[in-house]
């Protein structure tokens, strides 16, 4: 069988906090250890433009994103570790393949249709009210960003999945035309890759504003924990790990003895303020070597910066050669 190829992309907006690091850093760090498979990861800072965030944001994102998979010991020697506003090609591809995209297609998308259901909902005339083409256009950027590097898996959240089947379907609608061009790619989603909840109980995301940043300093991190919402049952009443936030983040941390120890002690009606503070003290001892990493790059950007350039140029030698390819065939060519 040929050799795989795993590709993700991170959208440059908001800090990287433990749900983040936990389903998709983490996994994706490990992963990228195998020298059986490539692995290209990178930062989505062309689609965070769909949202019109603000520049300074998205440039503190980008630095922090990068910092994180840095800091946590990506190896950028054998994954391919860019931003996509460094590889042009990627935006080439992406008009490429507008011209095999159906209009239709876009119209279905999760993310488009929810927007215009939001503005029905709340009373809105025109019910594409600020909605970009950016917005509208997302999936196509995004099969660009996969079809580019041959992506046989990409690991998204489940929230992603149909972009992925909509890069699939816009390769074979293209490779019908045009003739075999790019490699079909499967959405692969975490199964067994945890999803936190955040403070309040729901699924953390910077959208709900419950996250607890990865490398909150000790001080914010305690705090943090401290505000984890809990139910009310008293020390000493046995309590139940199932629907206990704070469990799911110790589970998500510790070793599976370990989290025994902890189901055992929740019988025993451990306090919720004990819970919090030993939940505290094992996150912080996890973070805390990365922590000191992840600072010295936020002080010193240019290393990040290095790093990033690096990675443009391994992934343009494939980008390159591949785009004059796809150029050739769609009858963009030189005339002699
Ligand atoms: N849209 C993805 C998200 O919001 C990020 C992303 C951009 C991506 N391009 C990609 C993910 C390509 C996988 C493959 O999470």
Redesign the pocket.
Known sequence: MSQETY?????TTGTPHIGNYVGAIRPGIAASKDPSTKHFYFL?DY?SLAKNEDPDKIVRSTLEIAAAWLALGLDTEHAYFYRQSDIPEILELTWILTGMTAKGLMNRAHSYKAAVAANEENGNKDPDKGITMALYSYPIL?AA??LMFKSTK?P??QD?KQ?VEMARDIAQRFNHHYGETFVLPEAVIGENTAVLKGLDGRKMSKSYNNTIPLFANEKQLRKLIMKVKTNSLEPGEPKDTHDSTLFDMYKAFATEDETAEIAKRYAEGMAWGEMKQLLFEYINDHVKPARNEYEKLIADPAIVETELRKGAKRAREIAVPYVREIRDVIGIRSLG
């Open positions: 590709l993700t992309g991170i959208t989505a689609h995004m960003d996969i990409v998204v959240g992603q972009h």
